[in-house]
């Protein structure tokens, strides 16, 4: 009998160490505790022990059976967590704060791209600055060096207020606050909503965007102003990104370029998109004028550095496929949802 019970218990610690379901822990508690159980059995089949070996076995029995009752409940805990873990891990993560049945929206392609932006170039040491929408004739022309009767004006007629204010053309109309406020050294984005008075098409809008730039130091060169625009570019595009500079004529900076990359869509080799140029011009840039530094109580002598003009517009256009400037100002959740936007 004592080896049965011996026997028993090896069983009984075997098949334990094998469970892995709740249900294998229920066959065997049945199996060994169950009313018709073999260890139920050796209990009722104690009155055929000889009398002098009664207490020994039943002393056994009653600790195996004390033991296995034990064994079950920690052994069926375990599995129970383990069975709750593996749930958890399985099931979709569920954010409680999400409102519900709510047809959810996302972040429009332009603030993804900003947002994007502005992160890239606080990673190079860039401060990102405030300007306004309504804006005084000073700062949006005469700051940067475009006076009264300024033929470049005529590129940019925009909404003039009854104050004489303007919706501000440009985000170059802040360069001369941000030049004051903060002095030298200056490393400052800033974008914002521009107006001008359009003809709309697929490439011109009333109301666009741009993040414009600037770095002001000692012996800042157009080789800082590569280095900073290629890396940028490639960042938000996720790959190696071709530029080149063609001279520009902006009355704000001198020398003054435009900044092309090489068309993403062909490679360069010339699709609709390049319109078969092979590039596309991107970003206006140039080192600014000495008389722009000098309106922002910057020494030329001692200064320079360079600005730039990116379209925001143009490049979420670019970095999401669309080839027509109003599908962004359209507010039809149908675009964005073309766009595979999360
Ligand atoms: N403000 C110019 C525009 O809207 C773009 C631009 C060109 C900005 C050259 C710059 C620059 O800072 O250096 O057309």
């Not at 429009?108 to 929408?133: A, C, R, W, Y």
């Not at 940019?156 to 109309?173: I, M, P, R, V, Y």
């Not at 406020?181 to 011109?204: M, V």
Request: hydrophobic share 35%.
């Amino acid at each position: 009998m004592i080896d049965k019970i011996n026997d028993l218990k090896a069983q009984a610690k075997e098949k334990l160490s094998n469970a892995t379901h709740s249900m294998d822990i229920e066959n065997i508690r049945v199996e060994f505790l169950g009313k018709k159980g073999k260890i139920i059995e050796i209990l009722k089949d104690l009155k055929n022990v000889e009398a002098s070996k009664r207490k020994e076995v039943a002393t056994l029995a009653n600790n195996l059976k004390n033991q296995l009752e034990e064994a079950i409940e920690n052994k069926k805990e375990e599995i129970k967590n383990k069975e709750y873990e593996k749930k958890i891990n399985s099931a979709k993560k569920i954010d409680l704060t999400v409102p519900s049945n709510l047809n959810i929206g996302s972040l429009h392609p332009i603030t993804i791209v900003q947002k994007e932006l502005e992160e890239i170039f606080e990673s190079m040491g860039f401060t990102v600055e405030d300007g306004n929408e309504v804006e005084t004739e000073y700062n949006n022309f005469e700051a940067v060096n475009v006076p009264k009767h300024h033929p470049a004006r005529d590129m940019q007629d925009t909404f003039w207020l009854e104050n004489g204010q303007l919706l501000k053309t440009q985000t170059s109309a802040a360069q001369n606050k941000i030049m004051l406020k903060y002095g030298t050294p200056l490393k400052a984005i800033f974008p914002g909503r521009c107006f001008r008075n359009e003809e709309l098409d697929a490439s011109h809008e009333n109301t666009f965007f741009q993040m414009e730039g600037m770095m002001i130091d000692k012996d800042v060169s157009i080789a800082n102003l590569i280095y900073f625009m290629k890396t940028l570019l490639s960042q938000i595009f996720k790959k190696d990104v071709e530029v080149r500079l063609r001279p520009g004529y902006f009355p704000f900076v001198e020398p003054g370029f435009e900044l092309d990359i090489k068309c993403l869509y062909c490679g360069g080799e010339g699709c609709k998109v390049c319109k078969h140029g092979g590039w596309i011009e991107l970003c206006p840039c140039g080192m600014i004028h000495p008389n722009v530094l000098k309106m922002g109580g910057i020494n030329p002598e001692e200064y320079s550095g360079f600005a730039f003009g990116l379209g925001l517009s143009r490049l979420a256009m670019m970095k999401y496929g669309i080839n027509d400037l109003r599908v962004l100002n359209s507010c039809d959740l149908r675009s964005l949802k073309q766009m595979d936007i999360k």
